[in-house]
Structures are given as structure tokens and as C-alpha cells.
């Protein structure tokens, strides 16, 4: 199947920083990205739609000024997770269609986790 | 956005016993529904889809029914062996068809 990778896989951080993880579609081009977060043994809770070129389109309850997501290119989405604070510790995984969104499966990256300390 | 519910949350059952996990939704314009499986530390992987057109599919011990006027979907494992165990997230593709809502998991254990 298809591959996307995710980078870092761990990540360690002070209060108020900000960090830049990468989602990359490494054999297909992906115009629709998916980024998740999850808690310890609960569910994916879809945060935004990463489309290339345009906006991000955000769920409902999640602030797009805290969740920076820029997807340039046609293989490459980023999440910024800006001033990170304690609370914004988890597990945040993405995901791509290799059919472009369009109800194919959903290829997920191994995820990284954010310890902000 | 589509509200996906799923039970049960945890799941024990005998090694070559059946387990049965079900999950609603509450868009009827969802028209995919995969189920992915969890293993601890690991990515979802993708075990069986079924669209909306399909009431039900098998493939080998897996299998998926969906009752579209009912919103309901259920993922049957049958001859369960050990390395079934896992958490199983259930999906619903939404109204744009391309923006997917997971259901809580059902952890499963399957006792040797």
C-alpha cells in the first residue's frame, strides 16, 4: 500500500515553544491530508482537512491559530503547534488518501508524540 | 460533522470465538466506512471497508454489514486467535466524502 511518514516521531519541548511536525506521502501525491490527535487509549479525534494549496479546513472546537497546517505541496503537510503548553501533550497522527480524498483508504503516518514539559 | 459511536469499548473473548463490535453514525450522506485496527504504539492499518452501495463484505474471518436506513455497521471477527487483539476504530467518511470520524475503539483481547 501506499506509504506516509511522519517526522519526528518523539518530541520533547519547553512551555511557549513552538513545534513543526511533517507528513509526508512518499509514493503518491496526496491533495488531501488528515491530522489527528489522539489520547492515551481513546479515539482519533479529526482536528483539520490539509488541503494543498488553499486553507486548512478546521473541525469545530479547534483553534487554527494554536494548529498551524501548511500543505505546500503535493506530498508534504505540516502541523505547527504554536506556544505549546501542557495540555497540548498527545499523540498526533496524520493521514493521506492516495485516491485524493475522494473515499479511498486513508494511509496513516506512524505518529509523533508531543511532551510539552 | 458526522457523530460515530461505537461499542463496545472493551471486548474479551475466547481464543476461536466470535467478536462483534458495532458502530452508528448520525450523517446518512456518509457513503465509507472503513474499520482500522490498532495495535499498541503502532499506526492504524486498514482490516475492511464496505460503501454505501454494499451490504455486506467478507474477506476470510473478517466481515462488515451495513444498514444504511438504520445507520449502523458492524465489524465480525469469527475464529479469533491472539494476534487479533488490538484496538478497532471504526470510520465514517462524512458528507464530503473525503473528511473521515472515528468512532471511541473497542479494545479486544483474545484469550489463548
Known sequence: ?117 | GENVEQHPSTLSVQEGDSAVIKCTYSDSASNYFPWYKQELGKRPQLIIDIRSNVGEKKDQRIAVTLNKTAKHFSLHITETQPEDSAVYFCAASGATGNQFYFGTGTSLTVIP
Open chain 1, 1 to 117: 500500500g501506499a506509504v506516509v511518514s511522519q517526522h519526528p516521531s518523539r518530541v520533547i519541548c519547553k512551555s511557549g515553544t513552538s513545534v513543526k511536525i511533517e507528513c509526508r506521502s512518499l509514493d503518491f501525491q496526496a491533495t488531501t491530508m488528515f491530522w489527528y490527535r489522539q489520547f492515551p487509549k481513546k479515539s482519533l479525534m479529526l482536528m483539520a482537512t490539509s488541503n494543498e494549496g488553499s486553507k486548512a479546513t478546521y473541525e469545530q472546537g479547534v483553534e487554527k491559530d494554536k494548529f498551524l497546517i501548511n500543505h505546500a505541496s503535493l506530498t508534504l503537510s505540516t502541523l505547527t503547534v504554536t506556544s505549546a503548553h501542557p495540555e497540548d501533550s498527545s499523540f498526533y497522527i496524520c493521514s493521506a488518501s492516495a485516491h485524493g480524498g475522494n473515499t479511498g483508504e486513508l494511509f496513516f503516518g506512524e505518529g509523533s508524540r508531543l511532551t510539552v514539559l
